[in-house]
């Protein structure tokens, strides 16, 4: 059964920093794509930014400049580095995966349990 374990977030001044980890285990699959989601009250949950093993990256414009992801694909650990942080960060941070099921084709979301980052004056 594949875990995803997360740890980092808390509470933050505007401009301050924070780092988000993961660990993932139990995967029978290579993981190819790691990725960091967030959502915060009353909004859908969006894209923050991900990272594939071959090192390319994708990140929401709004973080573009000031989030930084990492991909260990040795160890399955992705991290978030968060810089110059904002109010409008503030969200649930959900770490993810998305892994065969065994099935042909077939492929299913995996994720962590969330962590709450508030960004407060």
């Known amino acids: 059964q594949v875990q995803l374990v997360e740890s980092g977030g808390g509470l933050v001044h505007p401009g301050g920093s924070l780092g988000l980890s993961c660990a993932a285990s139990g995967s029978s699959y290579s993981i190819d794509v790691m990725a960091w989601y967030r959502q915060a009250p009353g909004k859908q949950r969006e894209l923050v930014a991900s990272?594939?093993?071959?090192?390319?990256?994708y990140y929401l414009d709004s973080v573009k400049g000031r989030f930084t992801i990492a991909f260990d694909n040795a160890k399955n650990t992705v991290t978030l580095q968060m810089n110059s942080l904002k109010p409008g960060d503030t969200a649930v941070y959900y770490c993810?995966?998305?892994?065969?099921?065994?099935?042909?084709?077939?492929?299913?979301?995996?994720w962590g349990q969330g962590t709450q980052v508030t960004v407060s004056s």
């Open positions: 993810n995966t998305n892994l065969p099921t065994g099935r042909l084709g077939e492929y299913a979301d995996h």
């Open positions: 990272m594939t093993r071959d090192g390319r990256t």
